[in-house]
């Protein structure tokens, strides 16, 4: 099992440019996660998907877009890129029910916007 | 306010000493569950424990364990017996019920075990 992949693993972007990035589990996870990590920071949740076909806003959802058609994979996009977005991206997909049911994280992309 | 708060940005331990990284919570839900993962340098985010707020013993695995003081509202992370493969950056997290199971994570512990 490959577990949680993220691709590409870096990119970098001019302002204003869009790009997408994919993330792909195959441990028939219910639950996927976009998380951004910044200097001196935790991750902070962007978007989440609860199941195939939904999305919700997290803590900081502006600038993003994302889609969840297949239950595998989790896509975030960015239609116009500002260097504000400089960060790295981790995705992360994780069970339904009682428990811990920790997330699964993916090696992470590093985004640089110039 | 802070949901999780860690207040040490960098800690030092001797290898083969043990070593605790401080984490506090802030939350009205009486459900909720405490992660740590460690971020080596190579970037990955790795599990390493988790305690419910419902669980009466502190959780315990291999040479990690948390120490977990419900009515302070911290969640330390304790290793024992450092290991130069221990430096890394450390995070406590949190999850609170009925919030699609995501995680609020604190700042950070950058941990350097030394030689």
């Known amino acids: 099992n490959a577990g949680v992949t993220q691709t590409p693993k870096f990119r970098v972007l001019k302002t204003g440019q869009s790009m997408t990035l994919l993330c792909a589990q195959d441990m028939n996870h219910e639950y996927m996660y976009w998380y951004r990590q910044d200097p001196g920071m935790g991750l902070r949740l962007i978007h989440y998907?609860?199941?195939?076909?939904?999305?919700a806003k997290g803590e900081v959802p502006d600038g993003y877009n994302v889609s969840r058609l297949k239950k595998q994979n989790f896509l975030l996009g960015l239609e116009s890129a500002a260097p504000s977005q400089t960060s790295v991206y981790f995705c992360a997909s994780s069970y339904v029910g009682q428990g811990a049911h920790e997330q699964f994280f993916g090696p992470g992309t590093r985004l640089t916007v110039l | 306010a802070q949901k999780i708060t860690q207040t040490q940005p960098g800690m030092f331990v001797q290898e083969k000493e043990a070593v605790t990284l401080d984490c506090t919570y802030d939350t009205s839900d009486p459900s909720y569950g405490l992660f740590w993962y460690k971020q080596p340098s190579s970037g990955e985010m790795i599990f390493l424990i988790y305690q419910g707020s419902y669980d009466q013993q502190n959780a315990t695995e291999g040479r990690y364990s948390l120490n977990f003081q419900k009515a302070r509202k911290s969640a330390n992370l304790v290793i024992s017996a450092s290991q130069l493969g221990d430096s890394a950056m450390y995070f406590c997290?949190?999850?609170?019920?009925?919030?699609?199971?995501?995680?609020?994570f604190g700042s950070g512990t950058q941990l350097t075990v030394l030689p």
């Open positions: 997290a949190m999850r609170e019920s009925g919030s699609a199971r995501q995680l609020t």
């Open positions: 998907s609860v199941g195939e076909g939904t999305t």
